[in-house]
């Protein structure tokens, strides 16, 4: 060090929702392990209880929280207060860098802010496609120009590598990782077993469970209320399931899964889960249906079958590794394929599956934290 101080560089971390602050927790970890780091955490509040909840397993809290979150929010609205708000943080105290995650309106937001003041960019998760600027609605929009406006791209797989490629991103900018989901899930998986926490674990104590979980915006409306008779159905043909259904705190979502599931014995809708909690029913469950972008990811690295809620998916490797199956919303091949799995679970197959996880090894944020350092 010939007597001088070794630059730290100062990283700021921007988080909105539940899936970018589980996803980049590990990442916050392990940039804080690192002395040649300082990082300031920024939620921008898109989220806020979801927030706090995801973070608090990790034992995170945000320095600067925008807290910009409405009841039943523009996606306008959220784009610009994010944009004002992060920018007006870059601006009192610029960063070296930032870093943003995956594909919310708040990774846009705030990339483009960061891209103003031409502040580099690091996106963790780059890369990911549906092909189909629709679905997911507007995450396929959000990845796409985070993507463009990165200098770094953390990209979780190869196929998301080949697909910046092919957008003409530089072979230089790219580095493969893993997702750092991965890590977050093993950080679960070696804390301390012993089951769930929650009162819902007590309901299903001894019986077999499908879980469930909606919430892209494409699926509101008609798509969600299919979704619901389909879960009504396999119920209907497997006597002997419940269903376990953490609601998501839309009202969009919350008022539809009420008014189709509510007040049946055989199924528990409860408030968002603990993340430890929630990884617990994702691997004690017979069967997960979903829409969520993550779950296909955890459901893959624990093997778990899994029925995936939309038509398509930028996470083409969770099909191709066998636990998830593109169903779309049509209730009908819902049903059909709940019950081939549920007659036909083969639990050595699921083992197996397991330890092919095309997400990665569960050290995708010490690599991103290597790069940086450089
Ligand atoms: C957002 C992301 C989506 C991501 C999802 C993860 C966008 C446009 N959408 O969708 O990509 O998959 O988060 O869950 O970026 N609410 C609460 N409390 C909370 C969170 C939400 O009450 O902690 C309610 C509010 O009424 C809010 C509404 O949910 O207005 C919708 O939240 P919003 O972030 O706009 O959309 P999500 O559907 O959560
Ligand atoms: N999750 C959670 N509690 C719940 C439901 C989901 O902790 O009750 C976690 C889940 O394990 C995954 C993430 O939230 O890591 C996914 O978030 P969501 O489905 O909201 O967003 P998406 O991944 O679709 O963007």
New binding site residues.
């Given amino acids: 060090m010939n007597g001088q101080a070794r630059k730290i560089k100062k990283i700021d971390v921007v988080i909105g929702?539940?899936?970018e602050a589980i996803k980049m927790a590990p990442v916050i970890l392990e940039l804080r392990g690192r002395e040649t780091f300082s990082v300031r955490v920024i939620a921008t509040g898109?989220?806020?209880?979801?927030?706090s909840q995801a973070l608090g397993y990790f034992s995170l809290s945000a320095d600067v929280n925008l807290g910009i979150?409405?009841?039943?929010?523009s996606?306008d609205y959220?784009t610009s207060s994010v944009l004002v708000g992060v920018g007006e943080l870059f601006d009192s105290d610029p960063p070296d860098a930032a870093l943003v995650h995956g594909?919310?309106?708040?990774t846009f937001a705030s990339a483009l802010a960061a891209f103003y003041r031409r502040i580099p960019i690091g996106h963790v998760e780059a890369g990911l496609r549906s092909f189909d600027m629709s679905r997911p609605f507007?995450?396929e929009m959000?990845r796409l120009f985070a993507d463009r406006l990165a200098a770094w791209h953390f990209a979780p797989t190869g196929q998301s590598r080949e697909n910046l490629l092919r957008e003409g991103a530089r072979d230089e900018s790219i580095f493969v990782t893993g997702n750092t989901v991965v890590d977050a899930l093993n950080a679960v998986l070696a804390g301390p077993a012993g089951g769930a926490s929650g009162a819902f674990a007590q309901r299903l104590a001894g019986h077999r469970f499908i879980l469930l979980t909606a919430?892209r915006?494409e699926s509101w409306g008609e798509p969600l209320v299919r979704i619901c008779r389909a879960l009504l159905g396999i119920l209907d043909l497997h006597p002997d399931l419940m269903a376990l259904v953490p609601m998501?705190?839309?009202?969009e979502v919350r008022d539809v899964m009420r008014n189709f599931l509510g007040g049946r014995s055989r199924i528990i809708l409860c408030d968002p889960l603990d993340y430890p909690d929630f990884v617990w029913a994702m691997d004690n469950c017979e069967l997960i249906m979903s829409d969520s972008?993550g779950v296909q990811e955890e459901a893959t690295s624990l093997g778990k079958p899994a029925l995936i809620l939309r038509d398509v998916t930028e996470r083409p490797e969770a099909v191709e590794q066998g636990s998830c199956v593109l169903v779309g919303t049509d209730g009908e091949r819902a049903a059909k394929e709940a019950d081939a799995i549920l007659r036909g679970y083969n639990r050595e197959e699921l083992m197996e599956r397991r330890l092919k996880n095309p997400f990665g090894d569960g050290f995708a944020s010490s690599r991103i934290a290597d790069v940086l350092s450089r």
């Fill in positions: 929702t539940r899936p898109q989220h806020t209880d979801m927030l979150m409405k009841n039943r929010q996606l959220i594909d919310t309106t708040t507007p995450e959000n919430h915006r998501h705190k839309n009202p972008g």
